[in-house]
C-alpha cells in the first residue's frame, strides 16, 4: 500500500523542517520527505493549506481495559485517539486488574494490534497491584514492552519505597511516572483551594498537595540519578521546583494537559461534575505559570490524562463523583486555541511537545517523519472552526467538559502505521 501526500506544510521538529513538501509512505513507513514528488501511489491525499505532522503520541491514556469496558475499551479509545490525531495512546496501568505482570502487557499489545487503529505503548506499575507496598517486577515488565513505570490515580506515599523503586528503575532504565498528591493533604477534597472552593463550599485541595511530592519526587530522581516524569503538573509552585531541577541537571522531565491550560478553578462554579479532575483545575496565576513553563521548556510534554467514566458514575453529587474528563478528541483544538493562538508556542513547539519530545522520554521511535520511520501522520486544518457535540464522540464515555464548544484547528487524516485510520474529516 503507497500513499502520496501533497502540497501539505509538513512540520517535523525532529528534522527541522518546517515547509511545504510532499510525503511519500510505502510498506508502512516513511518513503521519502520533502519536495515535489511525482511517483504514482495508490491513494493520494491533498494536503493543500494543511499542516502534516508526526502523528501524536499521548503518553497519559486511561484505556480502562481491562475491568471497566463500560467506560471505554483499548478499541473506543484507539478511536477517540484517531479522531484527535493520536497514532500513539500509552495505557495507564490504574485498571483492574492493574498492569504489573508480563501476561498484562501482552494483553494490551494483542488487543491493539485486533483494533488496528494505532499504537498502545503499555506501561508498568510502581508497586503490585498499585499497592504501594512492595515493588513490581521492573525489568519483567520492561522485558515484555512496558515503555515506563507509573502508579498513576495515587502516589507511591511511602517515600523510601519510591526512593528504592526509582534505584531499581534506574539500573533497569525505565522511566518513572510521578502521580504527585499527597493524599493527607488533600483529606478528602474536591476542588482546588482558594476563593472559589470557600464560595462554593466544596472541600478543598491545596497546591502543596501537588508540589510537596513533586519536590519529594525530584530530590530523590537528583539522588538516584532515575529518570523521572512528573504527570499533569498544575501547581505554579511545581512548575518552579522543576525549572530549578532541571536548572541542576535532574533527569526530569514533566507534562501538563490541555484542561489544565484551559480552565480555572472558578470553571466549577456550575458543579459540573466533568469539570473534576485530579490533579483539580487550578487558579488563573497556575495557568500562566503553566503557559510560561511551556515556552520556556520547563514543561515538555502535553498530554491528555484522558480519564472516560460512564454518565452513571459521573451524575452525581460533585463530592461523590470521581475525578477524571476525556480529551484525546478536544487537545489538538485547545492547544491551537489557548497555546498557538495566543503566541505561548509556534506550531513546531507544539508538534514537539505533542509527538516528539512524549516518544523520546518514553523511548518510543515515533514522533517523526524521518525517512524509514513508521509512517504515523496527523494532517491537520488549522483553521477549521467546529462545534465540539456529544453525537459525534467516538470515546465510549462522554465526560467532556467541552461539548457545546467551538473549537479551532481539526485533524482531518490520520495515518497509522501506514494505514488510513481517518480520512477527509470537514
Ligand atoms: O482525573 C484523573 N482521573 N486523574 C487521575 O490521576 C486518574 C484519572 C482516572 O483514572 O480517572
Ligand atoms: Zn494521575
Keep these: 500500500m503507497s500513499i502520496l501526500i501533497k502540497n501539505g506544510h509538513i512540520?517535523?521538529?525532529?528534522?527541522?523542517?518546517?515547509?511545504?513538501?510532499?510525503?511519500?509512505?510505502?510498506?508502512?513507513?516513511?518513503?521519502r520527505i520533502g519536495g515535489t514528488i511525482n511517483t504514482k501511489a495508490e491513494t493520494t491525499i491533498d494536503a493543500s493549506g494543511k499542516i502534516v505532522s508526526p502523528g501524536f503520541v499521548d503518553?497519559?491514556?486511561?484505556?480502562?481495559?481491562?475491568?471497566?469496558?463500560?467506560?471505554?475499551?483499548?478499541?473506543?479509545?484507539?478511536?477517540?485517539?484517531?479522531?484527535?490525531?493520536?497514532?500513539?495512546?500509552?495505557?495507564?496501568?490504574?485498571?483492574?486488574?492493574?498492569?504489573?505482570?508480563?501476561?498484562?502487557?501482552?494483553?494490551?499489545q494483542e488487543k491493539a494490534a485486533e483494533a488496528g487503529l494505532g499504537n498502545v505503548l503499555p506501561i508498568g506499575t510502581i508497586t503490585k497491584k498499585r499497592e504501594g507496598e512492595e515493588m513490581s517486577e521492573m525489568q519483567e515488565l520492561k522485558d515484555a514492552g512496558a515503555y515506563a513505570i507509573s502508579d498513576d490515580g495515587s502516589s507511591v506515599a511511602d517515600p523510601s519505597l519510591m526512593k528504592k523503586a526509582m534505584e531499581y528503575a534506574s539500573m533497569v532504565d525505565i522511566v518513572v511516572i510521578s502521580h504527585a498528591e499527597d493524599k493527607d493533604l488533600v483529606?478528602?477534597?474536591?476542588?482546588?483551594?482558594?476563593?472559589?472552593?470557600?464560595?462554593?463550599?466544596?472541600?478543598?485541595?491545596p497546591a502543596e498537595a501537588e508540589s510537596t511530592i513533586v519536590d519529594r519526587d525530584v530530590r530523590l530522581a537528583e539522588l538516584t540519578g532515575a529518570r523521572l516524569h512528573i504527570a499533569h503538573v498544575s501547581a505554579k509552585e511545581s512548575v518552579e521546583i522543576i525549572r530549578q531541577a532541571k536548572k541542576r541537571e535532574v533527569n526530569v522531565t514533566a507534562e501538563v494537559t490541555p484542561h489544565h491550560f484551559t480552565l480555572t478553578d472558578e470553571d466549577a462554579k456550575g458543579y459540573d461534575t466533568n469539570m473534576k479532575v485530579n490533579p483539580p483545575l487550578a487558579l488563573a496565576e497556575d495557568?500562566?505559570?503553566?503557559?510560561?513553563?511551556?515556552?520556556?521548556?520547563?514543561?515538555?510534554?502535553?498530554?491528555?490524562?484522558?480519564?472516560?467514566?460512564?454518565?452513571n458514575?459521573?451524575?452525581?453529587?460533585?463530592?461523590?463523583?470521581?475525578?477524571?474528563?476525556?480529551?484525546?478528541?478536544?487537545?489538538?483544538?485547545?492547544?491551537?486555541?489557548?497555546?498557538?493562538?495566543?503566541?505561548?508556542l509556534t506550531w513546531p513547539e507544539l508538534i514537539e511537545?505533542?509527538?516528539?519530545?512524549?516518544?523520546?522520554?518514553?523511548?518510543?521511535?515515533?514522533?517523526?517523519?524521518?525517512?524509514g520511520a513508521i509512517a504515523d501522520i496527523t494532517i491537520?486544518?488549522?483553521?477549521?472552526?467546529?462545534?465540539?457535540?456529544?453525537?459525534?464522540?467516538?470515546?465510549?464515555?462522554?465526560?467532556?467538559?467541552?461539548?457545546?464548544?467551538?473549537?479551532?484547528?481539526?485533524?482531518?487524516?490520520v495515518i497509522a502505521e501506514g494505514k488510513i485510520v481517518l480520512s477527509g474529516v470537514k
Excluded at 495557568?287 to 467514566?309: F, N
Excluded at 511537545?353 to 525517512?371: H, R, W
Design 313 to 344: 458514575e459521573k451524575e452525581k453529587e460533585f463530592n461523590y463523583a470521581p475525578f477524571g474528563m476525556i480529551g484525546l478528541e478536544t487537545a489538538l483544538s485547545l492547544s491551537v486555541m489557548n497555546l498557538i493562538d495566543k503566541g505561548i
Design 11 to 31: 512540520v517535523d521538529p525532529s528534522q527541522g523542517i518546517d515547509k511545504k513538501g510532499d510525503i511519500l509512505i510505502s510498506e508502512g513507513k516513511v518513503a
Design 353 to 371: 511537545k505533542i509527538a516528539l519530545n512524549p516518544s523520546d522520554i518514553l523511548g518510543y521511535e515515533g514522533g517523526t517523519l524521518k525517512e
Design 380 to 413: 491537520i486544518d488549522p483553521k477549521a472552526e467546529w462545534t465540539y457535540t456529544e453525537e459525534e464522540i467516538k470515546s465510549k464515555s462522554k465526560n467532556s467538559p467541552f461539548i457545546g464548544w467551538k473549537l479551532k484547528g481539526k485533524v482531518t487524516d
Design 59 to 108: 503518553m497519559h491514556t486511561h484505556l480502562r481495559e481491562p475491568g471497566d469496558e463500560e467506560a471505554e475499551t483499548i478499541e473506543t479509545a484507539l478511536s477517540a485517539a484517531a479522531k484527535g490525531g493520536f497514532t500513539t495512546v500509552s495505557a495507564m496501568p490504574n485498571t483492574h486488574p492493574a498492569c504489573d505482570s508480563q501476561a498484562h502487557v501482552k494483553f494490551l
Design 187 to 205: 483529606a478528602g477534597g474536591v476542588m482546588r483551594e482558594g476563593y472559589f472552593s470557600t464560595v462554593l463550599g466544596l472541600r478543598p485541595i
Design 287 to 311: 495557568i500562566e505559570a503553566l503557559k510560561k513553563g511551556l515556552k520556556d521548556g520547563t514543561i515538555d510534554v502535553i498530554a491528555t490524562d484522558h480519564a472516560p467514566h460512564s454518565a
